[in-house]
Nanobody, 118 residues
Framework: QVLLVESGGGLVQAGGSLRLSCAASGHLAGVYFWGWYRQGPGKERELVARIRSDSVTTYLDSVKGRFTISRDNVKNTVDLQMNTLKPEDTAVYYC????????????WGQGTQVTVSS
């Protein structure tokens, strides 16, 4: 079992920045992917950024160059630095980890609201 607790959401004007943080606890040895997803109003949940256990990163095309995902292996946190925010970034952001051992499981945080005003 893995517990994820997010922090750092809020309201920001377009062009501003926010940093989301996710603290993980529990059985983390089998985690392969650490990531952030989002779900905007009336939209499906989508992958925003993900970092693999070997530090390879993947980003949604629309956030490349603006968002940066990072992981602290000592503190067991994964952060998402979001710069040059746009109104279309408005969504609930969810922290996610995916394990590969003892099986493939997804664990989710409770979500944090990010609202970007124009």
């Amino acid at each position: 079992q893995v517990l994820l607790v997010e922090s750092g959401g809020g309201l920001v004007q377009a062009g501003g920045s926010l940093r989301l943080s996710c603290a993980a606890s529990g059985h983390l040895a089998g985690v392969y992917f650490w990531g952030w997803y989002r779900q905007g109003p009336g939209k499906e949940r989508e992958l925003v950024a993900r970092i693999r256990s070997d530090s390879v990163t993947t980003y949604l095309d629309s956030v490349k160059g603006r968002f940066t995902i990072s992981r602290d292996n000592v503190k067991n946190t994964v952060d998402l630095q979001m710069n040059t925010l746009k109104p279309e970034d408005t969504a609930v952001y969810y922290c996610n980890v995916q394990t590969i051992t003892p099986g493939v499981y997804d664990f989710w945080g409770q979500g944090t609201q990010v609202t970007v005003s124009s």
